[in-house]
T-cell receptor, first 113, second 115 residues
Framework: EAQVTQNPRYLITVTGKKLTVTCSQNMNHEYMSWYRQDPGLGLRQIYYSMNVEVTDKGDVPEGYKVSRKEKRNFPLILESPSPNQTSLYFC????????????FGNGTRLTVT | SQQGEEDPQALSIQEGENATMNCSYKTSINNLQWYRQNSGRGLVHLILIRSNEREKHSGRLRVTLDTSKKSSSLLITASRAADTASYFCATDARSTGAGSYQLTFGKGTKLSVIP
């Protein structure tokens, strides 16, 4: 089944403890992206990648890192999480960079205390 | 930066009625997409309309695009309780980096369809 898989689905952690949210797609998509969703603010793009080894900042990249070593994986890394990174995170991918629908994962709800 | 803005923020209608949601954006686009999100779940793609298209249909969905007014509308006809969800428009635009593209989302319209 074609899908974008994010893990974990829920994560509670403490300030400063490094964490990684994994994202994998099995559709051979070129484009991958991370968004965070907060009440009243909608979806905001964190980072995106147009191909392997090519990543670029979105609108809210501070406090996050990504890597795209393989086409299928695009992990989101929080080196030192803070409470303001408590949010609902979505990974998404699309076949092409422009003009293709995004396929979303089911989300990761992160709480940083 | 937020490109698209949906209007209204919330909409409540009776089952069987039509629902219309609007999206306005600021800069030139290549295409505009509409997505649906059930509470807390991942977004699901509904329709993509290109900048040279004016109208597109998919089942009970009709999307229009007016590039002169920088606006789009999503019409859901004969709504059902199962249509209750949030609806987002997304636009792609060239970012400041050469050859870079971003797909940016509005804040969404929350639709409630009352049985």
């Amino acid at each position: 089944e074609a899908q974008v898989t994010q893990n974990p689905r829920y994560l509670i952690t403490v300030t400063g403890k490094k964490l990684t949210v994994t994202c994998s797609q099995n559709m051979n998509h070129e484009y991958m992206s991370w968004y965070r969703q907060d009440p009243g603010l909608g979806l905001r793009q964190i980072y995106y990648s147009m191909n392997v080894e090519v990543t670029d900042k979105g609108d809210v990249p501070e406090g996050y890192k990504v890597s795209r070593k393989e086409k299928r994986n695009f992990p989101l890394i929080l080196e030192s999480p803070s409470p303001n990174q408590t949010s609902l995170y979505f990974c998404a991918s699309s076949l092409e960079v422009v003009g293709s629908p995004l396929h979303f994962g089911n989300g990761t709800r992160l709480t940083v205390t | 930066s937020q490109q698209g803005e949906e209007d209204p923020q919330a909409l409540s209608i009776q089952e069987g009625e039509n629902a219309t949601m609007n999206c306005s954006y600021k800069t030139s686009i290549n295409n505009l997409q509409w997505y649906r999100q059930n509470s807390g779940r991942g977004l699901v793609h509904l329709i993509l309309i290109r900048s040279n298209e004016r109208e597109k249909h998919s089942g009970r969905l009709r999307v229009t695009l007016d590039t002169s007014k920088k606006s789009s509308s999503l019409l859901i006809t004969a709504s059902r309780a199962a249509d209750t969800a949030s609806y987002f428009c997304a636009t792609d635009a060239r970012s400041t980096g050469a050859g870079s593209y971003q797909l940016t989302f509005g804040k969404g319209t929350k639709l409630s369809v009352i049985p």
